[in-house]
């Protein structure tokens, strides 16, 4: 596995909406096709996003986007409260460890202010990058967004003092 080591890791500001937007939905009809159906992935992630509703969404979020130069390579999305909600790569840059180190800085700005458990939702794809860094599946769940099913998982990873 290659890493990126010319990353740069910042908050996210509002310029960035629309690549964000962009970077979630290919990611989501790129590199879960192997795990949904095209439905699923269209009810998931609109290929006609609508951004209003994704810039009030991220501005209730902490976000840390993360580039190579001018490129987005991702972004993690998280609440104060310790929640997850949101980790995505470009699909040119996925498994090149930068989903890790955006949930390093995000897990580490999180128990700097005293956070002591991190849980997420995880989609079937997303289940084992989190199991990899320490979370435990506590509940499957069924879900419907946009008349499609899905499972997911209740995750929780307690952080050490």
Not at 88 to 109: D, K, V
């Amino acid at each position: 596995m290659s890493t990126v080591t010319s990353i740069t890791i910042r908050k996210y500001r509002i310029q960035d909406l629309s690549p964000v937007v962009r970077l979630f939905t290919d990611s989501v009809h790129e590199l879960t096709a192997g795990a949904y159906d095209e439905t699923q992935r269209y009810a998931w992630a609109s290929r006609t996003p609508h951004l209003d509703t994704w810039r009030e969404r991220l501005e209730s979020l902490e976000t840390l986007v993360a580039e190579e130069g001018s490129d987005l390579a991702g972004f993690i999305s998280y609440e104060k409260d310790g929640t997850i909600d949101l980790v995505f790569t470009a699909p040119n840059y996925a498994r090149r460890g930068i989903a890790s180190a955006l949930y390093h800085e995000a897990e580490q700005q999180l128990k700097d202010l005293g956070v002591t458990e991190l849980k997420t939702e995880a989609s079937v794809v997303a289940r084992p990058f989190f199991e990899r860094h320490g979370f435990e599946v506590v509940d499957e769940q069924r879900v419907t967004v946009r008349g499609a099913q899905f499972l997911r998982y209740l995750m929780r990873k307690k952080l050490d003092a």
